[in-house]
C-alpha cells in the first residue's frame, strides 16, 4: 500500500489519508527510491492531520498532485478487486480513470474539471429547489462547461477501449485456456445522444432531484460470460479470472502507453485462486514481459513453493511486528 501511495498519491485500500495515521500520532511519512528511465528518484509524502498533503520529487513538492500521476506506472492485483464487478458503476469507471490518468494527463485534468463543474451544477440544482427560481444564463454556463469536459473524457474513453478489450480478451483466453466466452462494453448515453441535448431533456428531473442524473459520470461498463451478466451468472472462479484479466491488460496498456514497465503488486491472492490459476498466473508474470513485482502473503513456504519452478530473481522478506528482515 505504501509503494501505491508514492506512485499514485493515495493509498489502495482506503483513499481518506487522515485514517492511514496511528492513533495518537500527527502525521505520517512515506519515502521511496525509484529508478525512472535510468534515472535515480526520490520521492516522499507526508500527511498531516488538517494539513495539505505533501509530495516531493527529488526534494522538489509538486505544485499539483495530478503531475505526480503516470511518473511510476502501477498495477495491484488485490482479493478486492472484485468490488469492480460486485460493486455499482462507480468502482468501473474508477478502473477506467486509473488506466487512461496513468497515460494522459490532460484526461486526468479534464476528469478533475469535470468534477468541479458538477459540483458546481448540482449545488445550483438544489438552489433551485430552495428558492423556486434561478439565473437561466448561469445553468447554461455550467451546462457549457460540464460538455466541454465531458466530450473529451467521452471520446477518450471510446479511443482507451478500442485499445484495451483485445488485450483483455487475449488475457483471458489464456488464463481459462480459451473456454469461456466474456464480454466486455463501454456503455454511455452520450453514444446516441449529444451532451447538449441530454442536459435539455433532463433539466426537469435534475431540478426534482436536485442532482445531474445524465452524463459521463453515469457510464457503465458492462461485463458478461456466454452474454450473461458475469455478477450474477459467473462462478467465483470466473470472476477471479476475470478481474485478473482486467489487470493484466492494464499493465500491457500502460506499458505500451509509457514506453517502460510498470510496477505490479499482488497482495494476498494466492490463497483466493486455485492451483491452475496461480500456475497461470505466474508462468505469465515471471516471463519478460513484465518488470519488478512485489508479492505479498502470510505463508513463505507457500511463495518460495509457487516460484520453485520458475527461473526469476527471487528476494524474500519477512514482516514481524512491523519490523522487515530477509527471510
Do not use: W
Amino acid at each position: 500500500d505504501a509503494i501505491h501511495y508514492l506512485c499514485l498519491c493515495k493509498g489502495y485500500f482506503n483513499p481518506i489519508d487522515t485514517q492511514q495515521i496511528k492513533t495518537n500520532e500527527d502525521l505520517f511519512m512515506i519515502q521511496g527510491d525509484f529508478e525512472r528511465l535510468e534515472k535515480n528518484e526520490k520521492i516522499t509524502c507526508g500527511v498531516k492531520r488538517n494539513q495539505k498533503k505533501q509530495f516531493k520529487r527529488n526534494k522538489k513538492e509538486y505544485d499539483k498532485l495530478a503531475n505526480h500521476i503516470g511518473l511510476f506506472p502501477l498495477v495491484m492485483i488485490s482479493p478486492y478487486d472484485t468490488n469492480i464487478i460486485m460493486e455499482g458503476s462507480e468502482e468501473r469507471r474508477r478502473f477506467m480513470d486509473n488506466v487512461i490518468s496513468q497515460t494522459d494527463s490532460n484526461y486526468l485534468d479534464e476528469l478533475i474539471l469535470y468534477n468541479k463543474h458538477l459540483l458546481n451544477r448540482n449545488a445550483l440544482l438544489k438552489q433551485i429547489s430552495i428558492t423556486k427560481s434561478y439565473d437561466p444564463s448561469l445553468l447554461e454556463i455550467y451546462n457549457d462547461q460540464l460538455v466541454a469536459s465531458g466530450i473529451k473524457i467521452f471520446a477518450k474513453r471510446q479511443e482507451f477501449m478500442v485499445h484495451f478489450i483485445p488485450l483483455f480478451n487475449n488475457y483471458y483466453s489464456f488464463l481459462t485456456e480459451g473456454n469461456e466466452q466474456v464480454g466486455l462494453q463501454y456503455q454511455s448515453q452520450l453514444t446516441d445522444t449529444s451532451f447538449e441535448q441530454l442536459l435539455a431533456q433532463t433539466i426537469e428531473k435534475d431540478k426534482v432531484l436536485e442532482r445531474t442524473t445524465t452524463g459521463i459520470h453515469k457510464d457503465e461498463l458492462l461485463f458478461t460470460i456466454f452474454d450473461m451478466p458475469l455478477k450474477k451468472f459467473g462462478s467465483q472462479g470466473q470472476q477471479k479470472s476475470f478481474v485478473i484479466a482486467l489487470k493484466l491488460a492494464q499493465y500491457a496498456y500502460l506499458q505500451k502507453h509509457k514506453g517502460f514497465k510498470p510496477l505490479l503488486l499482488l497482495d494476498d491472492i494466492f490463497d483466493k485462486l486455485d492451483d491452475n490459476r496461480v500456475s497461470k498466473l505466474m508462468e505469465m508474470v515471471s516471463h519478460h514481459d513484465f518488470g519488478q513485482i512485489f508479492i505479498t502473503d502470510t505463508g513463505k513456504d507457500r511463495v518460495l513453493g509457487i516460484f520453485e519452478n520458475i527461473s526469476t530473481p527471487l528476494t524474500v522478506f519477512e514482516v514481524d511486528k512491523g519490523t522487515l528482515h530477509h527471510a
